[in-house]
């Protein structure tokens, strides 16, 4: 089975300041690997997803994330952060083959500041 | 825009009375699935469809059922609400299961559940 961990409840940054939101994952073999936004009373939307095709995915608003085998990790990364970006961030997983449903991480609640 | 709608946004009930929940989708996928998310906690996956096929999670209690009538739509009924069964339901759908390489889900803006 696999799972996700997501590494700080909370992350601070100021407004222009570099984002990294951390996220491990845990499976046999490389899963995909997906980031999704949630604001507040909001559904979740999709940030980027990870299937094999490039280690670095880029997604929407900016933000990238970099699949590293060796390091099980597929930590989500901003240049530059906006007010706007402030909301729980979700790391998620799924198997590559067969069927599996798809195993969120705890969350990560991003805060920024002017 | 294609998308995933849920009605109410906000639904109030009251201790044990039976409350429906309501998800439709214009993208035509295959699969929907109704997830619980509790206050500063990750989405909790309750049940899904796959077409007609209907896959319930271990864990989920009897208390909650869920419907499909056609591809357009999936409710979420549950028979005798408690108060820790208040929360944030979000409804999502996939083209095909995860594992398939299309299996990005999208999900709803969610209906959030008060239980007096």
């Known amino acids: ?114 | 825009d294609a998308m995933v709608i849920q009605n109410p946004r906000y639904q109030v009930t009251q201790f044990g009375k039976p409350v429906t929940l309501s998800c439709s989708q214009t993208l035509n996928h295959n699969v929907m699935y109704w997830y619980q998310q509790k206050s500063s906690q990750a989405p909790k996956l309750l049940f899904h469809y796959y077409d007609k096929d209907f896959n319930n999670e271990a864990d989920t209690p009897d208390n909650f059922q869920s419907r499909r009538p056609n591809t357009s739509f999936c409710f979420l009924d549950i028979r005798s609400p408690g108060l820790g069964d208040a929360a944030m339901y979000l409804c999502a759908t996939s083209r095909d299961r995860s594992g398939s390489g299309l299996d990005t889900q999208y999900f709803g803006p969610g209906t959030r559940l008060t239980v007096l």
């Open chain 1, 1 to 114: 089975a696999q799972s996700v961990t997501q590494l700080g409840s909370h992350v601070s940054v100021s407004e222009g300041a570099l984002v990294l939101l951390r996220c491990n994952y845990s499976s046999s073999v490389p899963p995909y690997l997906f980031w999704y936004v949630q604001y507040p009373n909001q559904g979740l939307q999709l940030l980027l997803k990870y299937t094999s095709a490039a280690t670095l995915v880029k997604g929407i608003n900016g933000f990238e994330a970099e699949f590293k085998k060796s390091e099980t990790s597929f930590h989500l990364t901003k240049p530059s952060a906006h007010m706007s970006d402030a909301a729980e961030y979700f790391c998620a997983v799924s198997a590559r083959s067969g069927y599996s449903t798809l195993t969120f991480g705890k969350g990560t609640m991003l805060l920024v500041s002017p």
